[in-house]
């Protein structure tokens, strides 16, 4: 089988949510992702750099709903990924300022990660990859990530001054 072209990438990610205006105080108050475009009271599509958006909100069928139980399909989690450990930091602080609870962080070895959840109980990820040349591979030269601690203050202290 041929792969896929390797500058495919994912475009966007729309969510089911239960109330567009606190989805909105979220993704846009505590991440700072810009609203594009309010679709009426129902759906929501913000973005980072003015693109048409890379995160689509809706309440189509999700209106008053309730986060899926444990143990249940569905998805795992958004990745949103930040263009160096700076700006990481400056999303890790943004979270803490707003009071939302760390539910893990982890070097992987290719990247740093810290995870969250919406209000929605949506998983997300906040996170920075290192360039391909750092990361780590077995004896063979296959691609070997890791689950290791990450200090979140030293994290913290690399974040950039706030404005």
């Not at 609203?35 to 693109?51: D, E, I, V």
């Amino acid at each position: 089988m041929t792969p896929v072209h390797p500058q495919t990438s994912i475009g966007h990610v729309h969510l089911k949510v239960a109330d567009l205006d606190r989805a909105i105080d979220f993704y846009q108050g505590v991440l700072g992702f810009q609203l594009q475009q309010k679709y009426g009271t129902r759906a929501a599509f913000l973005s980072a750099g003015g693109y048409h958006h890379h995160l689509g909100l809706n309440t189509w069928e999700s209106l008053g709903g309730k986060p899926a139980p444990k143990g249940h399909t569905g998805l795992y989690h958004t990745a949103f990924l930040y263009p160096d450990r700076a700006q990481l930091a400056d999303a890790l602080r943004r979270v803490l300022k707003a009071g939302i609870a760390i539910e893990g962080a982890a070097d992987h070895g290719v990247s740093e990660a810290i995870y969250v959840s919406d209000p929605d109980g949506n998983g997300v990820e906040l996170y920075r990859d290192r360039p391909e040349v750092e990361w780590p591979r077995d004896a063979q030269g296959e691609l070997a990530m890791v689950n290791d601690p990450i200090d979140l203050e030293a994290l913290l202290a690399d974040a950039p001054p706030e404005h």
